[in-house]
């Protein structure tokens, strides 16, 4: 298949190796990846924020950059992040609608309805588990609020998990609890953000997993941030870099081991193989 990568403007500017391991792992599988070039923000911080006009523009452009996937020049979209599909997904064609744009509307359905989130598209679309990772580690996964509420992704991140040779899946008290994070939520309301994350924290310690893992980086980050600030010995992963962990070439923790793939700032989505996609086509 041929597959373009919607790398997130999170994980683009904080988080590039999630990006990264998402490119390597379906090119291990055997898949043609691109990163498409002019892609941005989905628009979920101004829809959630109160600013559907001012998202409309941004909207504009994410299905301009992915439209190609409607002509057929991929067959499909994928991103590392639960909360940017749910945002394509349930935001974007009502956002248009919001402005007065049917016509945006449509199209946006139309580029929604190829993209997936990570775990969705190996079990569904593709039809694996077993991706052939190696991650001699012990996990607790942290299934994050639009995976489990708004896309519904199941136990699929769990069964990708569990084919992992080495490693050791352990079960997250309150696992359905929110970290607390919410994008601009935990800005908004930093005390009870800052109260959940904390419980959050409380139950990955108590499970004694080294690596706590999940398909967001965002939350990922608010877990990861409370659990430094404590001196917790658990690292964060997200499900690609995992996924994307073999024994020939393993996942180390940023600034483990310099110069080598998978460490923060090593590479920007996009350039491994040297690869990318213009735009073309699409909505105007």
């Not at 990264?20 to 989905?42: I, N, S, Y």
């Not at 449509?106 to 990570?118: D, F, I, M, N, Q």
Request: hydrophobic share 40%.
């Amino acid at each position: 298949m041929r597959i373009a990568v919607f790398a997130t403007c999170l994980v683009d500017g904080l988080f590039p190796q999630a990006a990264v391991a998402t490119v390597r792992l379906l090119e291990r599988l055997g898949h043609d990846v691109v990163v498409p070039r002019g892609q941005a923000c989905c628009g979920q911080v101004h829809v959630n924020s109160g600013y559907p006009r001012e998202a409309a523009p941004v909207v504009r452009n994410h299905v301009r950059t992915f439209w190609p996937v409607v002509e057929g020049e991929w067959d499909a979209v994928v991103a590392p992040s639960g909360s940017c599909v749910g945002s394509t997904r349930h935001q974007q064609a009502r956002v248009a609608r919001q402005v007065g744009d049917e016509g945006l509307a449509r199209a946006a359905t139309a580029v929604a309805e190829r993209t997936y989130e990570l775990s969705e598209l190996l079990v569904d679309v593709l039809g694996v588990t077993d991706v052939g990772a190696w991650f001699p580690h012990t996990v607790t996964y942290h299934p994050t609020c639009h995976a489990l509420r708004m896309l519904r992704v199941g136990d699929r991140p769990e069964r990708l998990l569990r084919a992992v040779a080495g490693l050791e899946l352990v079960d997250l008290p309150d696992a359905d609890q929110c970290c607390g994070f919410g994008g601009t939520f935990a800005l908004k309301n930093a005390d009870t953000s800052t109260a959940m994350v904390a419980d959050k924290a409380d139950c990955v310690v108590a499970t004694g997993a080294d690596v706590v893992t999940a398909g967001d980086w965002s939350c990922l980050m608010n877990i990861d941030g409370a659990l430094s600030r404590r001196g917790a010995p658990v690292r964060a992963a997200h499900l690609a870099e995992i996924l994307a962990s073999t024994r020939d070439d393993p996942w180390r923790p940023p600034g483990s081991a310099p110069g080598r793939r998978g460490r923060a700032g090593t590479g920007r989505p996009g350039r491994p193989g040297g690869r990318s996609a213009a735009r073309t086509g699409g909505p105007r």
